[in-house]
């Protein structure tokens, strides 16, 4: 933490702390959440929400297999595999997508349950493949919305698959397709012409770091634009004019991780930004209530789980943890690091053998 | 609220697994859409209903063919573009609910004007919205819309707002073809014209990034195409000029002293002997000594992207 105020040079005093219980006590919470209509709403999208609480529980330092229920979880996700395609849906009775069989496979990734699909691992990998088009792009499903964040997700779910080069899908052709996907500004939009946008920017850098082809970013550039959405707040924006929010944090800095410019930013006052934005207040859920931790988009708004994800994984990017002197008041545990490129912890991805190319830092 | 939205979709579900094809569930998902948008499970459900029971009167919705003409799918392009509009309305970010359009458009005879319509009732409830953006750039490439049309467009949505960087950035797609296909005249003119509008907006708004990341855009797509590196030069002495001025108004403008490094250096660049070299090398340190102390934060960026031996 020290580290964090001589870098900044800031007047900033010391920092809020890191509310480490809380938060953990806020994730399985949520994660027990079934009646509120929040979570009946948001049940689409379930799959990626799973993900979320787990990684930022493993960032938290926490053993998984300790704290979470990692079998039923792990059967759940089994039961939104789509018996035909194999891909998997968002949640219970939902199409397959590509988007729910990344989180799923990250889901598995991070029980150590991978074993689970040792018997439809290449019925998914085909229907990944059977997603590309011509032009190297990716649907999301077989209805043919095209965006660049399903490139990611194709690419980042091969990988862990194993498949990405043995020529089930056509590698440059994907590559060729984010590449026009290019703009004026050095950063990338979901389709060619489409304006950009850090969270596609991540998707497209990240999906270039997976695939080798970091050559095709114009490194100066989009890390010029990307240190640019710092905002006086100290957070990050995801395109000009716009106001900070956490999440940015993470798409931006992994981003700027990846193609070697991390400097570029503010780290001090980004990671003020984002304490800054934990939740202090207490709220009630259906089931339990929580008496502070989460974090939000902004200082003083709503936790949720999307952002208490993003939030964490920004400062585990930042290092914030890495001195282990960043709680003043007790113990400073030293906490796992999150991999840029494929948004899981580092450990794992060494242990899943994943490549990416990422840049040293300048 | 959580239980009856909880019932109506586990119907819904029921039926899906029966292979319920039938109106009466059509409209059922309708519903259940206008409330949650972004269920994108029940929109593929709505389309596997469309698809059975238009099949039954023989049309073809399943793949995108010939369009079906309007005579004949009225009824279906008006409900499903109304209830997109519906869920776009409700949610102006919804993917599934701008997708659906494309879908739709896909497959039947929609009519391009009403859609730019809606397109610039979105843009004006939100400028930003990239998903409308994203939307309009789709119609201009399968209607008939000329991208000239669609540069004047951001021309105009530029001069309502000069913060509006969707619009700046919806030029920088059509500026390349639109001067290749000799619709902007030559060089000479496309740099006048883009840069008076630039000029415009920096100094009135020159802390909006906006217009700076589309006139660094303009220069250099302006050098990779000069064949005269003499009048390009010129022009670019002119700008320098242009430059200063507003940073003897603004003199704390980072976005100008950026600018002006930018501009010696691309000056350089050129196979044009200058006279005051010097001048300029110690003008472009100034600025550079400025830059950092006016905006700690970027030094790192500003020193190696620019600190370097060009």
């Known amino acids: ?362 | 609220k959580a239980k009856t939205y909880s019932a109506l979709v586990g119907i819904v579900q029921a039926h899906r697994s029966n292979k319920n094809y039938s109106q009466e569930t059509l409209e059922l998902t309708g519903q259940i859409l206008k409330k949650n948008p972004d269920s994108y499970s029940l929109w593929n459900y709505r389309r596997e209903i469309l698809i059975s029971l238009y099949s039954s009167i023989g049309l073809g919705l399943a793949k995108p063919s010939t369009k079906i003409s309007r005579d004949v799918g009225a009824e279906v392009i008006d409900m499903e573009l109304s209830l997109s509009a519906a869920a776009i309305t409700k949610n102006p970010k919804s993917y599934c609910g701008w997708y659906h359009r494309v879908w739709v458009l896909e497959r039947l005879d929609v009519d391009i004007a009403s859609e730019l319509v809606l397109c610039n009732k979105f843009l004006t409830a939100d400028q930003r919205n990239f998903h409308c953006w994203n939307y309009r750039r789709h119609l201009v490439s399968v209607g008939n819309i000329s991208p000239k049309a669609e540069f004047e467009y951001s021309t105009e949505k530029i001069c309502e707002n000069f913060s509006n960087y969707s619009a700046f950035h919806h030029r920088s797609v059509y500026i390349k073809d639109l001067f290749a296909n000799e619709v902007l005249g030559d060089l000479n003119n496309v740099f006048e014209e883009e840069f008076s509008i630039i000029e415009n907006a920096v100094f009135t708004e020159p802390d909006d990034q906006s217009a700076w990341w589309y006139y660094h855009f303009l220069v250099k797509f302006v050098r990779d195409r000069c064949l005269d590196e003499m009048s390009l030069y010129n022009t670019l002495s002119h700008q320098l000029e242009v430059m200063q001025g507003l940073l003897e108004v603004e003199e704390s403008s980072k976005w100008a002293m950026m600018t002006i490094i930018f501009l010696i250096d691309v000056m350089e660049s050129l196979n044009v002997q200058g006279h005051d070299r010097e001048e300029k090398m110690h003008q472009r340190q100034r600025m550079l000594d400025n830059l950092c102390e006016i905006d700690p934060t970027h030094r790192c960026s500003y020193m190696y992207r620019l600190g370097r031996n060009n």
């Open chain 1, 1 to 362: 933490m020290s580290s964090f105020t001589h870098e900044s040079g800031s007047s900033a005093g010391s920092l809020p702390p890191f509310l480490l219980d809380k938060h953990a006590a806020y994730i399985k919470a949520i994660s027990d959440d079934t009646e509120s209509f929040e979570y009946t709403v948001s049940q689409h999208f379930r799959m990626s929400g799973i993900y979320w609480g787990l990684t930022a529980m493993s960032l938290l330092g926490k053993d998984l297999s300790c704290e979470m229920d990692v079998e039923s979880i792990s059967s759940w996700v089994m039961q939104c595999q789509d018996e035909e395609s194999g891909g998997f849906g968002g949640s219970l009775n939902h199409d397959p997508h590509i988007l729910y069989t990344l989180s799923a496979l990250q889901i598995l990734a991070l029980c150590d349950r991978l074993n689970l699909i040792d018997s439809t691992r290449s019925k998914i990998a085909s229907y990944i493949a059977s997603l590309q088009q011509a032009d190297g792009s990716f649907t999301g499903d077989c209805w043919g919305e095209v965006d660049t964040r399903f490139s990611y997700c194709a690419l980042s779910s091969l990988a862990i698959l194993g498949e990405l080069r043995t020529g089930i899908i056509d590698l440059d052709k994907a590559v060729m397709f984010i590449e026009r996907c290019k703009n004026f500004d050095g950063g990338f939009g979901a389709v060619p012409g489409a304006e950009s946008h850090a969270g596609q920017i991540f998707c497209c850098v990240g999906a270039l770091s997976i695939a080798g082809a970091l050559h095709v970013v114009d490194a100066d550039l989009l890390g010029w634009w990307l240190s640019e959405r710092q905002c006086d707040s100290g957070g990050l924006n995801g395109r000009p004019e716009k106001q900070a929010d956490v999440c940015y944090s993470w798409w931006i800095l992994s981003s700027l991780t990846i193609i070697g410019r991390m400097s570029w930013i503010d780290r001090g006052k980004l990671a003020l930004f984002i304490l800054q934005c934990q939740g202090v207040d207490s709220f009630c859920l259906p089931c339990k209530d929580i008496s502070g931790g989460g974090i939000a988009d902004r200082p003083g708004n709503m936790v949720d789980i999307f952002h208490t994800f993003f939030g964490i994984s920004g400062l585990s990017l930042l290092d914030y943890f890495a001195a282990g002197d960043w709680n003043s008041d007790g113990e400073s545990p030293v906490l796992p690091l999150i991999d840029p490129t494929y948004a899981l912890p580092k450990s794992l991805v060494s242990r899943l053998g994943l490549p990416a190319e990422v840049y040293s830092q300048v």
